[in-house]
């Protein structure tokens, strides 16, 4: 079997990641053949690391256009992620595309359709879907362990970042640069699993404070209450400037409540389903019983997840192996926050699906009113490898 | 020194508590001298109990008014609690008032001006003050250990209560008979601690439901989202009808966190101001230290709340010994929970100091256009002694 040809376009922080599986030889099934970026000086420093065989590009499309790739990653801004997937899509390329899967869903829906069209491997980089903590969770409620779910929270408040964090791009948690704050930089990771474990919310109210405890034009906090078509309550909270945070999920059902906290699972199981033990009771202080399970899973969570997400997106172009994620979902955890700002934006309730034109011209208010002007700035690439939760 | 003479008002499930405690010997300062109740049957089921001297009454004026008492325990349904003692405090009696204060703030505001020109001892039962855990945590809060808070999140799902549990009172968790649902009834000592910890938010948001999985006409069911005057953010989510349910306390601030569960209290300390770290911090992932303590405190879950309460507000009318719950506090969970209610009806945010004529309004709505019917209604008294958070 031949090798598949990828392209790696952005090599920023996690094009940068992208491109170090390739070089230590940890992708089987493919070999790099082109790199991109705009920024020549970024793009060329790696000439000397790879043959002369691989191609440097300073456009995504002659790279898309040049022959010498089956797929492309892509590790761009999030506003590029659509732009340059569709172009991959209808060049009849592989697409493996960074988190998040784009600033808006209007965009994101119109990738989804290039990409639906095309049959190719589509995968969105969310990494965490490989931690086995959270698939043995999402297997547990899949099971039905939990019934029916009844309310799931999650206090994911420990994506701590300093100013510099943000000073070190121009581009960073602006409107026009980045689309969005921490729901849309580190968070897009816990509201896939939000969804993918919980479901799709139908209603969103929320609060977000832009710029509360940095100097930044997006979004630093967010404070979220779902409501699910089944009756179930959500509540997400987070924030980049509290420490230490906390990360704890917790999913309360009709069979009892599943936590995480602390890289464990506790599954307090009740040994009969409450609404039958409420229907069957005549004493009004009684409880049902519960046991206090502790949930084995392999912690997985040291794993290069990098590595094997783009081996999974490479073994399912090549043989047709299932992608861990679908890259038609990535527009679930963006509708999510998309709604999140809406919500804050209208001061309302948001219904999902909500009126994406209404979305857009929001947002393109939000770029074109901007006064906001960044100070400090200091760019730089920034040793990520072990920053964000695998 | 002469004894404190007290009448309790109303011998219900909580009236038999206080009864017990001057029964059993526990109240060393006041001896109990009358008691009155609407319900005859349960008033005169306790004539054998007690001495001759013992003064029974049918209304509570009566007893008020009789010159046998100088102070009285109220422990009637809500709406009542603000009436009586108002009635008690004209008479130049003390008043020791179960919680919640009463049912709507306009009442109660009244009921704080008739304490305020009697100058008489006034306390609300809130027997959790009494907790050492959460007066450790009120305490270090007090004394700054957490700098400036920033978020303060108290997950209270563990109210369990079966449907039977509301079928044992026609008046229990109807709006003409209760005004209310968990947040009336079981929430107010969180509530209450809540803002004693935390201070009073500025405005809310919040989802009530309203017999969602019990069948009642007021809520089983609420989620709360605060906003503070320093920019500080709350969240207070409570069931009735979750199990196992969560008890997790959790306060954010410039210093760390603390994280009350399970009955313990846990500091996550930093070793300097977050705001000062991310000031001077030149790095975007740089963190900074966090020591994990676990604060001690002398456990008393396992004291007599109750008995601590009655003496500690005789012996504040007897000798001004400082009141653990002051009366006028009373107020403020009432006031969160009033507004809570007014945010769902109104679907919208409600600034503290709500509109009070428009909350009585839309209550007295709520109670004229009821048609909500109970079935299987069992009047009983129940045995609660082990069934609060002490």
Chains 1, 2 share one sequence.
């Not at 790696?8 to 790099?32: C, P, Q, T, W, Y």
């Not at 119109?110 to 698939?135: C, L």
């Not at 977000?208 to 779902?226: L, P, Q, S």
Request: glycine share 8%.
């Amino acid at each position: 079997m031949d090798k598949m040809r990828v392209g790696i376009i952005g090599v920023g922080n996690m094009g940068s990641m992208h491109l170090s599986r390739f070089l230590d030889g940890k992708i089987r099934n493919a070999e790099l053949t082109a790199v991109c970026d705009i920024n020549k000086d970024r793009l060329y420093r790696l000439k000397d690391r790879f043959p002369e065989s691989v191609g440097f590009y300073e456009n995504s499309n002659d790279l898309i256009n040049s022959g010498c790739v089956d797929g492309v990653i892509i590790a761009t801004p999030h506003y590029d992620h659509p732009i340059i997937a569709i172009d991959a899509f209808n060049a009849g390329l592989h697409v493996l595309c960074e988190k998040p899967a784009g600033v808006y869903t209007k965009k994101v829906r119109e990738m989804n359709e290039a990409a639906k069209k095309s049959g190719k491997a589509f995968q969105i980089d969310f990494i965490m879907r490989t931690n086995n903590a959270f698939r043995k969770i999402k297997q547990m409620i899949d099971n039905n362990e939990l019934g029916k779910i009844k309310r799931i929270v999650w206090i994911i408040t420990d994506w701590y970042r300093t100013q510099a964090y943000y000073n070190s791009g121009g581009w960073r948690a602006t409107w026009a640069g980045e689309g969005g704050g921490t729901l849309l930089n580190q968070n897009p990771h816990q509201l896939d699993l939000f969804q993918w474990i919980g479901g799709m919310p139908k209603r969103v109210r929320a609060s977000c404070y832009f710029g509360k405890n940095r100097e930044i034009e997006v979004e630093d906090e967010a404070t979220a209450y779902f409501e699910y078509d089944n009756g179930a309550v959500g509540v997400y909270m987070t924030s980049v400037s509290e420490f230490p945070g906390t990360n704890r999920l917790e999913i309360a059902g009709d069979r009892g409540k599943i936590v995480y906290e602390d890289n464990k699972i506790t599954f307090f199981r009740t040994t009969v389903s409450e609404e039958e033990f409420n229907k069957n009771c005549n004493n009004g202080f009684d409880k049902p019983e519960a046991w206090k399970c502790e949930i084995p899973f392999d912690d997985n969570s040291g794993d290069d997840a990098v590595e094997k997400m783009i081996n999974n997106w490479v073994n399912a172009a090549l043989m047709g192996e299932t992608l861990i994620a679908p890259g038609f979902e990535g527009i679930n955890s963006l509708m999510i926050s998309n709604g999140i700002y809406l919500s804050q934006w209208e001061d309302t309730w948001v219904d999902f699906p909500f009126n994406e034109d209404l979305f857009y011209d929001k947002l393109q208010e939000k770029i074109n009113t901007s006064d906001f002007v960044k100070k400090d700035v200091d760019e730089t690439l920034l040793d990520i490898d072990n920053t964000f939760h695998k």
